[in-house]
């Protein structure tokens, strides 16, 4: 059975992976315009370094940024547990007997049937 509405917290556990992995990119963006040389020196073609740290800059920044505001989000605040989703999604009846069963409930206490999700 799906809620209308996503219990809050729900990208918590995704902003807590997505978050580090943003703030360890930035050390990639920092390395950039040495890769960019490195290449372009290689095959022998120009590149204006500047434009390419200016550009690579802006990533580190933009990438801490998003980094630190999804650790904030992820790590803090009010988690996702078994009794605000109870709340949110309340006790519900077998469909086949019309026992009321708990939210998580994956059969029915009384019938055995399979409760469908
Ligand atoms: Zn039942």
Redesign the pocket.
């Known amino acids: 059975m799906m809620t209308d509405k996503l219990p809050k917290g729900t990208f918590k556990p995704l902003a807590k992976i997505v978050g580090p992995v943003t703030l360890w990119m930035s050390g990639g963006w920092l390395l950039y315009p040495v890769l960019v040389e490195d290449i372009y020196v290689a095959i022998g073609e120009t590149v204006d370094v500047e434009e390419v740290r200016l550009f690579s800059y802006i990533m580190v920044a933009v990438c801490i940024g998003v980094g630190l505001l999804l650790m904030a989000y992820g790590f803090t605040g009010q988690k996702i547990n078994e009794a605000e989703f109870a709340i949110i999604n309340p006790a519900f009846k077998?469909?086949?007997?019309?026992?009321e069963?708990a939210h998580d409930a994956a059969t029915?206490?009384?019938?055995?049937?399979r409760?469908p999700r």
């Open positions: 077998c469909p086949y007997c019309s026992t069963l029915c206490l009384k019938c055995n049937k409760i």
